[in-house]
């Protein structure tokens, strides 16, 4: 965990937007500053459980498509279907209860912010690529761990659905 006064930046990109900056913060203990930094940005024990369980399926994606808005983690690009497996923490899951707790933690002036930030840039993200005709699949890293059958069965049906539509109108 940082502490310290939360600086909020405004970046230069396509989507710029507000976002908390690490700048003048420091890590409230080693063993915090260990665990976050042991965080993946990209292929997550659930990304991996749910590729492996697609590739058995015969689907074949790309990973981690950077020319898409938000990155995706699995990216079908005929079906024009992409993935999201997204962390329970760092995109703020069942945020009610998260953000109290994390208003009674350390750091909640940066961890409140932050978390808020990513929300909003998935939201963005989402509105970006259904607006370039693609179809966004959001699951949560619990929902993958739990039952990672039903989420690729259910990534699956998209694909095909997806892949037959277009198709059609070919």
């Known amino acids: 965990m940082l502490t310290g006064t939360v600086v909020v930046s405004r970046h230069m990109n396509s989507h710029s937007g507000l976002s908390p900056s690490f700048k003048g913060l420091s890590a409230a203990s080693a063993a915090s500053s260990y665990a976050k930094k042991m965080n993946h940005s990209s292929d997550t024990l659930q990304e991996r459980i749910l590729r492996a369980l697609l590739w058995r399926r015969g689907l074949r994606y790309r990973k981690n498509v950077r020319a898409l808005p938000g990155k995706p983690d699995i990216v079908f690009s005929a079906a024009r279907v992409a993935v999201f497996c997204d962390g329970d923490f760092w995109h703020g899951r069942d945020w009610q209860r998260l953000s109290r707790k994390l ?68």
């Open 103 to 170: 208003r009674a933690g350390t750091n909640a002036s940066y961890w409140i912010p932050k978390i808020k930030a990513n929300r909003n840039r998935d939201r963005r993200n989402d509105r970006l690529l259904e607006r370039e005709g693609w179809t966004v699949i959001r699951f949560w890293e619990t929902d993958i761990h739990v039952n990672p059958e039903s989420v690729a069965r259910t990534i699956e049906r998209f694909v095909s659905r997806s892949s037959r539509e277009r198709d059609a109108i070919h």
